[in-house]
């Protein structure tokens, strides 16, 4: 693989997750080369944690800005601690939640080998094992950390499908390995677990499972638009249009996003389920964008369970830019 730059051009495989699709997007990976892969999160873009070239090129690639660090994904629990300091809270809560749509920050290990470019320097690092069959096989025939954030142009919607990747990305990497739809379809919950267990970023593990686990609460960040996890930009998952949240009905020119009872042109769960919900989430945001939608009213979503995660992106979504 060619190191990359902005412009970079090469084509872009799309690969069957099969046995022989995972082992090339292994190899991409071994060549510090970019594959996209699903999780039941959202799609990641992946290249080895240790290889600096390889992790500069996922900046390079979604134009992120590189004071933000990444995720690194293991297959496993004892992967996961080569990288980092487990103690009693990170144990309960890998216990609980791992392999799925947990992210723990925890204190770096001396010699983890990690590239300073996936912590931007930070002491710390995030770690998650994916519950998804396709990265899991992936992980285990690369055999080694995947830094990985979603496969998105930065600041622009998550991706749920292996479309969606290519919508964003096709040309700037090299390979995305496609499963299918993502289940949880919202990034995965952020806990800092360095001190006393504090929430960094809602997400597809609901809070109130999380403090279940612990037996205790979680500390929560005082103002919700202070970025606390460093890559929580105010403007973030955003479509081409204009978005208005908690609307009841469309004004003029607006495209309605409904949710239960809210009816509109598309709806995140006709019936009001959240996880329905969560799942579509990207999508119809990705599907507003396609219909050239360019004022788009939200109907409200509780603030409850994922409900949560889902009025966060919603959030961003509808900020100034
Ligand atoms: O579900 C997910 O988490 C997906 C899939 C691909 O695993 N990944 C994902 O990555 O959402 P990304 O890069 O879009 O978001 C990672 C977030 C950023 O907000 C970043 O600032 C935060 O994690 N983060 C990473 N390392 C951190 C650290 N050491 N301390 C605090 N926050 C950290
Ligand atoms: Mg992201």
Redesign the pocket.
Known sequence: MQPRNDNATSETKLLHADTAGLAQAAQVLARGGLAAFP?E?????GADARNSDAVAGIYAAKGRPSF????V?VADLAAAEKLVVFNDAAQALAQAFWPG?L?L?LALRDGAGVSSLV??G?P???V?V?DHPVAQGLLRAFGGPVA????NLSGRI?PTTAAHVMAGLAGRIDAVVDGGACGVG???T?V?VTGAPAL??A??VPTEALEAALGAPLSMPDDPDVP?????MASHYAPQGVVRLNATQAEPGEVMLGFGVVKGALSLSETGDLHEAAARLFDCLHRLDAMGASRIAVAPVPDIGLGRAINDRLKRAAAPR
Do not use: M
């Open positions: 999780t999160t959202v799609y990641g873009l933000n660090p990444l995720i994904h749509a992210t920050v912590t931007a930070l710390t690092l995030a998650r994916p990985a954030p979603s496969a998550s919202v990034e995965s952020i800092d960094l970023r997400g597809g606390l996890s460093p890559g929580q």
